[in-house]
């Protein structure tokens, strides 16, 4: 993500290998492994994906200051191949 730390707003940034068009996944959990977001966008069809979180929660409260651990989920539209990466940030307001 970038950027880390971040205050108001980071995204999730990569490129992929699959000719076809993919859906891509992002969840948010606390250290202690609580979720407190899932952001999912569809049908990307460039190579290089982009998704914003504005560090809010599932409720739309502003998470507090502090180290998330992510999981970037990407698949093929068409279910055939799926790819993880997982990664941490932080928040600094």
Known sequence: NYPNPFGRATYFTFEHNQTSAVDVEVKIYTVAGRLINSLEESGFDDRFVKI?????????????????LYKVIARTVDGKYSGEALGKLSVTR
């Not at 929660?57 to 998330?68: K, L, P, S, T």
Request: hydrophobic fraction near 25%.
């Open 52 to 68: 914003r979180w504005d560090g809010r929660d599932r409720e739309g409260d502003e998470v507090a200051n502090g180290v998330y």
